[in-house]
């Protein structure tokens, strides 16, 4: 992945949305959503609201309701309760004023014709058109105009994908995990594409499975969980919330566990024949209180917790929550 | 929305093997049953002869050939594969798809009609004035369009595997029930009334109307306006509610 390079992050962020005096209209908004298929729940009382500029990581699991979520922005799907809003209208109408620019991962491509025509369609049904020309060129597939598009690798594909999603002045941009299929140096060119995107003042969600990804480049992650929206807030406060340092050491001897479970600002606490591995919201007060217990550890390493293993306690914890309950 | 049209009339011409068949299927047919006609038979009590009326019989059997066969399929494919899916996220209408799908079927249908109108001048001897051959022509090719309508709705209601034999059953149960095989006039009286409410009698009926010297009857127009507006109508509502997975 890039580095995070400018994170064009002077994305106006309200606090607190909820009490109705954001200072822009919101581009999304969603009202206790829910949607199910036949039995399964696939999106459960789910409410967000997305701002303009904004550059918004939808995380989650497998099955944890973010095409689910797309489809239902798109217009796609319906939902069963709840309400949705694009620029304050439905998503179809907010779609048929030529507002909204998706790439889905489900999406297909039309077949047995070359890349230029395709783009060329797409920008002839936007009521907001750029020239082909320009879309090709900002999608980097100017080279592959004359191939056909059912002889295309992954990647290519992917990028095709992606000047249908901006052949007109979109204000908001959904991305269905749009790196899929890229190798490192194709996403680093995609994600930089995207950027200019993002300057030009666009708002762009995008659900994806790299978490690096999201790190680098969100403004704000959603994380999603057995369709429940179950964190909102910059990477920074993620990784904060799901403890913001892992410790790891080894101890000789056996191991008390519950003397462990006694340490201040534990978080998560895991432990494997003699190696202890702690989640911590102060890692210095922890470890004070670890020699303070007159424990002897060695081998020791702190390291801040990646936005991967932040995500992976906070589902973690949704996930035992939700045992709880039942 | 005229890129969308001109593309896909540019995609089917492309794929030469179905033109290849749908235009050929139906001249073979015609070439083939007419060998089994006595010369100056005629055609019940039609007032035709019975190479004229099979000719514009085969005409219409051809044009739905082109039309219903592959279309429907390939309409269920691209919904399979989601290209649907993301041209519902354009600002495109259902009647856009709609049309270019039935223009696009429509390219196939006008030679297969023409090679079977030309085989009847020219191999089979059936004369007629060149106001009819235009008009048969134009009739037949337009009464197409009713079937291509009916292709684009299976395309949308069957998944890819069923479309086929779905469309085949439509086409094959029209056909005959149509009068396209058997000449309508062998079929009992309740059947042929019965026949003149589906759409295949009527549509061969306007060239052989035409063979005759009249125009197309209206009933026979109206009987195929009201299913060209139900099919198109259908397959435009089924476009924009698509919300399996299409």
Redesign the interface.
Known sequence: MTAPAAKSGTAPRPAAPADGAAPAAPVVAFSGVDKSFGPVRAVTDLSLTLYPGETVALLGPNGAGKSTALDLLLGLKNPDRGGIEVFGRSPTQAIAAGRVGAMLQSGGLMEEVTVRELVGLACDLHPRRHPPADVMAAAGITEIGDRKVNKLSGGQEQRVRFALATAGANDLIVLDEPTTGMDVSARQAFWATMRAQVDQGRTVLFATHYLEEADAIADRVLVLHQGRLIADGTAAEIKARAGARRITFDLEGAVDTDLLGTLPHLVGLDVTGPTVRIRSDDADATMHAVYGLGLYPRNLEVSGLGLEQAFLAITDAATAEEAGNR | ????VK?EI??TL??RKFMFFSVLYPAMLFLGISLTYKSGATAGDTGLSALAYLMTSMAAFGAMTAVLMGNAERIAR?RE??????L??????GRGYVTAKIASAATVSLPSILIVLILGATVKDVHLKAWQWAGIGVATWAGSLVFAALGVAIGYLATADAARPISMIFYFGLAILGGLWTPLYLFPHWLQTMAGYLPAAPYAALGRSIELGNAPHAKDVTVLAVYLLLFAGAAAWLYRKD?RKA
């Not at chain 2, 929305?1 to 969308?4: F, P, Q």
């Open positions: 929305m005229k890129t969308l593309l540019t995609r492309r794929n691209e594969k989601g290209w649907v899916r993301q519902r996220l354009t600002a495109l209408p919300t």
